[in-house]
């Protein structure tokens, strides 16, 4: 084939030696690629997230008791379920709502005067520890992707991405 139609392959032939180009598209310069920032998507990229796992041994600010990794699945979190693709605004928001819901169980829960009242706080306990690490993780997931927002000037950096993105690069 390569002697009878040798033109076939003439796009092989060129005057200038051949040029390797290797892009890495986690940091893609030329292309704008629009941050997402729904509460999935920044757990996933400013923080990890793998296999329904983050591992939290990154932030600083825990302390050494604390688990090492936490499960984030819509299948076993109410909360990561109804918010995951909720924008970084309302997850704060969200987030001081499911604090203030924990703080009302948590005032129910001292006012243990009778023996019925014990009983129903201890009946009730596995939930309320449920409830606490729940809001612990994500108070601790929000609180560390806010700092890393803030470092890593995100907001600017996102405006300059929608900039390029919605007016093709031009700068009037």
């Known amino acids: 084939?390569?002697?009878?139609?040798?033109?076939?392959?003439?796009?092989?032939?060129?005057?200038?030696?051949?040029?390797?180009?290797?892009?890495?598209?986690r940091d893609d310069p030329v292309t704008?690629?629009?941050?997402?920032?729904?509460?999935?998507?920044?757990?996933?990229?400013?923080?990890g997230l793998e296999d329904n796992k983050v591992d939290?041994?990154?932030?600083?600010?825990?302390?050494?008791?604390?688990?090492?990794?936490?499960?984030?699945?819509?299948?076993?979190d109410a909360f990561f379920k109804?918010?995951?693709?909720?924008n970084?605004?309302?997850?704060?928001?969200?987030?001081?709502r499911l604090v203030d819901d924990f703080q009302q169980v948590a005032k129910s829960n001292k006012n243990i005067q009778r023996v019925?009242?014990?009983?129903?706080?201890v009946d009730s306990y596995p939930e309320y520890k449920k409830m606490q690490g729940n809001v612990s993780k994500h108070?601790?997931?929000?609180?560390?992707?806010?700092?890393?927002?803030?470092a890593r000037k995100l907001m600017l950096v996102s405006q300059t991405e929608q900039d390029l993105a919605c007016n093709g690069g031009s700068w009037n």
């Not at 939290?56 to 076993?76: H, N, T, Y």
């Not at 109804?82 to 909720?86: D, Q, S, T």
């Not at 970084?88 to 001081?96: L, P, Q, V, W």
């Not at 601790?140 to 890393?148: A, D, H, P, R, Y």
């Open 1 to 25: 084939m390569y002697q009878h139609e040798s033109g076939l392959f003439d796009f092989r032939r060129t005057e200038s030696s051949p040029l390797l180009l290797v892009i890495d598209k």
């Open 32 to 47: 704008p690629l629009l941050s997402q920032w729904t509460y999935q998507a920044m757990v996933h990229e400013l923080i």
């Open 56 to 76: 939290v041994r990154a932030i600083g600010s825990l302390s050494k008791d604390q688990q090492v990794e936490v499960v984030l699945s819509s299948e076993q």
């Open 82 to 86: 109804a918010n995951m693709y909720e």
């Open 88 to 96: 970084f605004g309302d997850i704060g928001m969200n987030i001081k």
């Open 116 to 121: 019925v009242d014990m009983a129903r706080f």
């Open 139 to 150: 108070v601790t997931l929000v609180t560390e992707m806010s700092k890393l927002v803030e």
